[in-house]
């Protein structure tokens, strides 16, 4: 019997849990980018604009809490090479 003992590299998993300080980074970079004139990734009408009195880190959270932010975490991995 032979077994295949080649060792798997596993692809770093997808973060869904993430620390205060990332998703602050991560909701900062967000509404810098939404405040130079990167278009809403979510759909939102003018009355909830004027609610919000167009605040970009309002508008970058509620992005973050629909999952739609573009940004992503790159966190480092203790005893494996990164990939890239």
Same mark, same amino acid.
């Given at each position: 019997? $032979?077994?295949n003992? !080649?060792?798997e590299?596993?692809? #770093?998993? /997808? =973060?869904t849990?993430y620390? !205060? ?8 970079? &967000? ?7 990167a #278009?809403?990734? $979510?759909?939102?009408? =003018?009355?909830?604009?004027e &609610? ?5 880190? /309002?508008?970058?959270?509620? /992005?973050?809490? /629909?999952? $739609? ?5 790159? &966190? #480092?991995? =203790?005893? &494996?090479?990164?990939?890239?």
């Amino acid at each position: 019997m $032979v077994m295949n003992m !080649k060792k798997e590299t596993a692809l #770093p998993e /997808e =973060v869904t849990d993430y620390t !205060k300080y990332e998703k602050a980074r991560m909701i900062g970079s &967000r509404a810098l980018q939404l405040s130079m004139g990167a #278009p809403f990734l $979510v759909k939102m009408d =003018v009355a909830d604009l004027e &609610r919000i009195k167009y605040n970009p880190i /309002e508008i970058a959270l509620k /992005e973050f809490n /629909e999952g $739609v932010l573009p940004i992503t975490v790159k &966190r #480092p991995t =203790v005893g &494996r090479k990164q990939l890239n």
